[in-house]
C-alpha cells in the first residue's frame, strides 16, 4: 500500500516544483523593436510572463514601462506594445496570452493618442 502512495505523490511534487520554478521567475524580454519620428516614439516589445496564474495586467504594465523609462527615458511621446505569452512554451507554440497598448505612464489605452 506504501508503495502506491509514492507512485502518486512523487508526480504531484514534480509538478508543484515546475509550477513553482516557473512562477519564480520574472518576466523576460525575448524581442524589441524601437520606432520613432519626431513626435512618436513606438516599443514593440514581446515578453514571457513566467506566470500560469491570471496577470494583473495593470500592476504588470506599470511595472515594466516604469523600469523601461528609467533605464531608457528622453524620447518623445512614447507608446508601448506589449506582447505576452505566459511561459516560454506558450512562445514557443505561438500562443499569445494578450498584447498591451500603454503610454509613457504605464496606463492601457486603446489608440495612440499625438
Known amino acids: 500500500m506504501k508503495k502506491k502512495k509514492w507512485i502518486i505523490v512523487i508526480p504531484v511534487i514534480i509538478l508543484f516544483l515546475l509550477f513553482w520554478m516557473e512562477e519564480a521567475k520574472p ?31 495593470e500592476a504588470l504594465a506599470k511595472k515594466f514601462v ?6 531608457n527615458g528622453g524620447r518623445p511621446n512614447q507608446y508601448f506594445e506589449l506582447k505576452l505569452y505566459r511561459t516560454e512554451l506558450h512562445h514557443r507554440l505561438g500562443n499569445v496570452y494578450d498584447t498591451l497598448l500603454c ?7 486603446t489608440e495612440v493618442e499625438f
Open 103 to 109: 503610454n509613457d505612464t504605464g496606463e492601457i489605452v
Open 66 to 71: 516604469e523600469n523601461h523609462m528609467r533605464l
Open 27 to 57: 518576466y523576460e524580454v525575448l524581442h524589441s523593436t524601437v520606432m520613432s519620428s519626431p513626435n512618436l516614439t513606438e516599443n514593440k516589445i514581446t515578453l514571457v510572463v513566467h506566470s500560469l496564474l491570471p496577470i494583473d495586467k
